[in-house]
């Protein structure tokens, strides 16, 4: 069974500190690992992503790194701000599935 | 504006009925899909459709229906049979480039939270 398990369930973050959450995922099969931020109710939205060509992709504040030995991939997120306060969701593909597997989320609070 | 539009965004029901979910894209895509969400669950697929009058079943398929008759559309009926209906669900869609590409990324409706009681 394809499974992505992704941690922490919630984090609590004060204001301008790093927030991390991890992903790790079975199928070596897997080529495509995006993360989706959600807003409370509302749908998620891609947030960044990456393939597993390069270990590590940075957009903004926002940094996914990918350790492709280990199975597992992380989101950075520098400078954390109360308006990042959301659930995270990572997920993976292969490109011949085409479906997306996702993690179970993390609710991620940020102190003002 | 392009986007998905689910509706209602709050449904109600009692148990033993069936129950209609609407979902509506203006963004030409080809591929669509249902997620359910459940807190600490993540979103688990329960069918998706990658072209018009074609469907497959997802993870979770069981107690569900979906149609795919107009490529705007794809509305998934919760039947009876489905023994925890109750939850938050995800219409969502993406550009279907075929097996041998990616997708494009998935574009997510606000959700229809339903509850059955």
Redo the contacts between chains.
Sequence with gaps: QQQVKQSPQSLIVQKGGISIINCAYENTAFDYFPWYQQFPGKGPALLIAIRPDVSEKKEGRFTISFNKSAKQFSLHIMDSQPGDSATYFCAASRKAGNMLTFGGGTRLMVKP | DGG?TQSPKYLFRKEGQNVTLSCEQNLNHDAMYW?RQDP??????IY?SQIVNDFQK?DIAEGYSVSREKKESFPLTVTSAQKNPTAFY?C?SSM?RG?????S??H????TRLTVT
């Design positions: 998905i997620y600490g669950q993540g979103l688990r697929l998706y997802g995800l969502a279907y097996k041998s590409s990616y997708n990324p998935l997510f409706g606000n959700g």
